[in-house]
């Protein structure tokens, strides 16, 4: 399994971005997906993620910092999971990182673990200026 990730850069607070990672994966619409951050000098944390539609439907956790600010969305089609990100602030800087769930597959899990995630995508700088 590969993820490619890309869409970051430079924008001023209160642009937008929107990332995207592409999968390689056969399963893809079974996995779980999600899209988490690191900024300089702190643990890498949990931004959103999207389940597979599983039983009760596909779903979405967001972050407290980002709820209603950026959200997830995913093209099974296109083996793609996006996160729009408005509103953008400086603490928002970071690269952003996304990950893939394969050991929950069509369950619609929606852990927020980074341990729980099995594939991780190389990471893509976003910098917010003020």
């Known amino acids: 399994v590969q993820l490619q990730a890309s869409g970051g850069g430079l924008v001023q607070a209160g642009g937008s971005l929107r990332l995207s990672c592409a999968a390689s994966v056969r399963t893809f619409s079974g996995v779980t997906m999600a899209w988490f951050r690191q900024a300089p000098g702190k643990e890498r944390e949990f931004v959103g993620a999207i389940s597979s539609r599983g039983g009760r439907g596909e779903r979405t956790a967001t972050a407290d910092s980002v709820k209603g600010r950026f959200t997830m969305s995913r093209d099974n089609a296109k083996n793609t999971v996006y996160l729009q990100m408005n509103s953008l602030k400086p603490e928002d800087t970071a690269v952003y990182f996304c990950?893939?769930?394969?050991?929950?597959?069509?369950?619609?899990?929606?852990?927020?673990?980074?341990?729980?995630?099995?594939?991780w995508g190389q990471g893509t700088l976003v910098t917010v200026s003020s």
């Open positions: 990950a893939a769930d394969t050991q929950t597959l069509y369950l619609g899990s929606l852990r927020r673990n980074p341990t729980d995630y099995n594939y």
